[in-house]
């Protein structure tokens, strides 16, 4: 089974940049297209963002040219990276391969908490 760890979350004020990272183990990471979903409290988990194989990307309305998502194939990890941070975009972070449907198709890892707050 593959294990998802993310990292990079933290405080951060409105209008500042944080940088996800998501490590995923074992050697078919490279088959799969990654995407970084995020679940506020009170609300269901929704997907921000999606990767394919070879770099194709696709993004909520709400982070469309905000956020940008990057993988590597060769280190197993997939990126995310916010900009223009918003109140609205505090939640917690999480990434997964996706299925068809556009949900998380391995365990989901631990999170990374994002909160954007002044």
């Known amino acids: 089974q593959v294990q998802l760890v993310e990292s990079g979350g933290g405080l951060v004020q409105p209008g500042g940049s944080l940088r996800l990272s998501c490590a995923a183990s074992?050697?078919?990471?490279?088959?799969?297209?990654m995407a970084w979903y995020r679940q506020a409290p009170g609300k269901q988990r929704e997907l921000v963002a999606s990767?394919?194989?070879?770099?194709?990307?696709n993004y909520a309305d709400s982070v469309k040219g905000r956020f940008t998502i990057s993988r590597d194939n060769a280190k197993n990890t997939v990126y995310l990276q916010m900009n223009s941070l918003k109140p609205e975009d505090t939640a917690v972070y999480y990434c997964?391969?996706?299925?068809?449907?556009?949900?998380?198709?391995?365990?989901w890892g631990q999170g990374t908490q994002v909160t954007v707050s002044s």
């Open positions: 990767i394919t194989r070879v770099g194709s990307t």
């Open positions: 997964n391969a996706m299925t068809l449907g556009g949900s998380g198709y391995w365990d």
């Open positions: 074992g050697s078919i990471f490279s088959f799969y297209v």
